[in-house]
């Protein structure tokens, strides 16, 4: 009788761990980070949102990876990077994700590093600029494409071209919102002044919540600085663009850094305001030419991205955040595993293919080759969104291999 | 430091134009914080609710924005009166205001950034008029008018509150309100009326600088979180309930924050304006103009 029990107990084991090896293998795939959609980053964090369950949508239909169902599991960080440590380590202990990625911006990007560093997980960034500078993580990966000195990679294009006007430029005034990005940008801009011999005569940050930008703008104005570079999050350059207007900024290049433009909330709400500035943007109609396979995204997220109040044009942030999502879906398929140092083994040596181009990554982890648009708008008139779908009102100054025209200086008489 | 008379003349011309605009934000806080005693924390948020009113009768009508919050602020002002009955009966009847009426405005900011995040989404909102991209240049002084109209709506606004307060019987019945609310009883007065209309008048104001504010700059729900420190410290450095200390306390922090901007930094501005709120508690603990 025992020996009877033993057997049959023996059985109802094989057969419960039979039965449970497929029910494991069905257990979702989670992926997960924290995002902006609350706060001033809202927007942009949507739209990366957006992107990001799109990818999930299109690996599920085709059977997920490894077998698995692929899950986001992801919280509001409201833009605020104090919330990012709690999030993170919920993530990990809680929901107890398989895979982490970032949120979007250098602000809550860097307070998850510590925390990913501690638990040593493969960690994508989504547009953060050189965080790593400060944490030299060897699984940290960034799909921005700033280059490997990311911080002089991100100014290089405005930079270039300055030095390209004839005749040189001497002076540049350089400003910048009190916050991470900003500072960032604002030191590489100083390494290239310094590189490129240019005198800063103006170099100041302002708080925040700044309401009117025409006295910063006319304190700069009256150092008569041949450039301004201006490092500012979407407000304050919609406050910048319109009091640089308002106090009739003379200066041969004006932009650089700001985050805004690129966005179709400010295009169409600054409409004809842009025409003469140089900025930085990820894409262009212009250049659709170089990005062959990005229709197929834009098609899906044009749609939805309306009916959710967000970026309707999609060009500067949703096209990077699937191809985040891209690079870990073909790391994870090459190595065939979950194990974090063979991920970041795998990405560190081979190229990928996304929906915007091949990447490499540098032994820092961000893009082997720097890839930043500087661009320029002109020609805008009105502010309708359609004239932004269209060639025509971008030129691609930089870098080289992108290049669909020449700079047209000094700003103030390419204003209108 | 060299301080050419363009540069403070324009310096002093933004300081006023963006005081005006401060005023405007400031006023209803000076009226339910500072004569009611409702810390109406939530204030910032119907500023951005105007907001959002504005921008979307502009976007479907094309009507102006500021036009439109005066016409409107009648729904701002029934919308303060039910807001004041609810935080009555649940709160300051049960003398229950202090901590939780804190807690309940707090609770009504939150829900009423999450309404606006649901309806309009999270992308800045910014709204088009006819003098949007003017400027009037008097000699070296601009005058732009995306900060020039809503400082002459602003100031007319906070005149017109001063002297509906100071010369109708339901004005002064609000500033008895404020000293005496047992004695206005005596008199025969319902003083939980008085706070309900002077209330719902805050809350008319926060609608019609809202309007102001997206005229000024893009607007996202979130955005009357960087408000809240500044409406206050306008209110207290005025002078607590005093209107005119309200209008003065906006110029004295607008004029100092453009003028730290044009000659030391803009990012010195919040500490020069702040440190000018530490010395006047400092010298009138009651604020510029409070009694």
């Known amino acids: ?416 | 430091m060299e301080f050419p008379t363009a540069l403070v003349l324009n310096a002093i011309i933004a300081g006023l134009l963006l005081g005006g605009f401060y005023a405007a934000v400031s006023v209803g806080i000076s009226i339910s914080f500072g004569m009611l005693d409702v810390v109406n924390i939530a204030h910032p948020a119907f500023i951005i609710l105007g907001s959002y009113v504005a921008y979307i009768v502009n976007e479907r009508m094309g009507l102006d924005p500021i036009a439109v919050s005066v016409v409107l602020s009648p729904l701002f002002f029934v919308l303060g009166l039910l807001l004041y009955r609810i935080y009555y009966l649940c709160f300051e009847k049960r003398g229950q205001e202090s901590l939780r009426g804190l807690a309940f405005f707090f609770g009504i900011l939150f829900i009423t950034e999450v309404a606006l995040v649901l309806i309009f989404g999270v992308d800045y909102r910014m709204v088009q008029t006819a003098y949007s991209e003017t400027t009037w240049r008097l000699g070296p002084v601009d005058f732009p008018m995306r900060l020039v109209v809503p400082f002459l709506v602003s100031v007319t606004m906070v005149v017109g509150v001063q002297l509906f307060l100071t010369h109708t019987f339901f004005g002064r019945a609000v500033l008895a309100v404020a000293q005496d609310q047992l004695a206005l009883r005596l008199m025969g007065v319902n003083p939980t009326r008085v706070k309900g209309l002077a209330f719902a008048l805050s809350i008319a104001t926060a609608g019609v600088a809202g309007a102001f504010l997206i005229v000024i700059q893009p607007v996202q729900p979130a955005l009357g979180r960087e408000y809240i420190g500044l409406v206050f410290a306008v209110c207290v450095l005025g002078g607590m309930g005093s209107i005119w200390g309200t209008l003065l306390g906006a110029f004295v922090l607008g004029i100092a924050e453009s003028f730290t901007s044009t000659f030391f930094g803009p990012s010195w501005a919040p500490a020069v304006s702040f440190g000018l709120l530490l010395a006047a508690l400092a010298f009138k603990p009651s604020g510029l103009l409070g009694r």
Do not use: C
Request: hydrophobic letters at 45%.
């Open chain 1, 1 to 416: 009788m025992n020996r009877l029990t033993t057997w049959f107990s023996a059985g109802l084991l094989a057969l419960s761990l039979a039965l449970a090896a497929p029910v494991h293998a069905q257990q979702p795939l989670k992926i997960g980070f924290g995002m902006s959609l609350t706060g001033p980053l809202a927007g942009n964090g949507k739209a990366a949102l957006i992107a990001m369950q799109i990818w999930a949508e299109d690996v599920n239909a085709k059977g997920g990876i490894l077998g698995r169902k692929v899950e986001l599991v992801y919280y509001d960080d409201q833009t605020n990077p104090s919330t990012v440590p709690s999030i993170y380590n919920k993530l990990l202990d809680v929901d107890k994700v398989d895979l982490l990625v970032s949120g979007y911006g250098t602000n809550v990007i860097a307070p998850a590093m510590p925390i990913v560093m501690q638990r040593n997980m493969a960690f994508m960034g989504l547009f953060g600029l050189n965080v790593n500078s400060k944490f030299n993580y060897d699984r940290y990966f960034q799909i921005m494409p700033a280059g490997p000195e990311p911080a002089i990679g991100w100014t290089q294009g405005f930079f270039d071209t300055a030095m390209a006007l004839a005749p040189k430029p001497q002076t540049i005034a350089l400003v910048g919102a009190d916050a991470e990005y900003p500072a960032l940008a604002l030191e590489g801009a100083r390494a290239q002044a310094k590189r490129t011999g240019l005198k800063v005569v103006y170099d100041k940050t302002y708080p925040p919540n700044t309401v009117d930008f025409s006295p910063i703008l006319r304190a700069i104005q009256a150092t008569n600085p041949d450039l301004v570079f201006v490092a500012s999050y979407p407000p304050d350059s919609a406050g910048m663009v319109r009091a640089a207007n308002e106090v009739g900024l003379k200066t041969r290049m004006f932009g650089g850094g700001m985050v805004g433009p690129q966005f179709a909330a400010l295009k169409t709400q600054l409409g004809p305001l842009l025409n003469g500035i140089v900025n930085y943007e990820t894409f262009a109609p212009d250049v659709a030419g170089k990005f062959p396979f990005l229709d197929q995204f834009l098609a899906k997220y044009q749609g939805r991205a309306v009916k959710e109040g967000v970026d309707p044009l999609g060009f500067y942030l949703p096209p990077y955040a699937y191809a985040m999502m891209q690079v870990l879906e073909q790391s994870i398929k090459a190595v065939g595993a979950l194990d974090q140092a063979k991920l970041a083994d795998y990405m560190h040596t081979y190229e990928f293919d996304t929906f915007v181009g091949k990447v490499r990554f540098a032994k820092n982890g961000e893009w082997a080759v720097p890839r930043m648009l500087t661009v320029q708008y002109h020609g805008i008139a009105g502010n309708d969104l359609e004239q932004w779908m269209k060639p025509g009102h971008v030129t691609v100054l930089a870098p080289a291999s992108y290049k669909t025209g020449a700079i047209m200086a000094p700003y103030h008489d390419n204003k209108k």
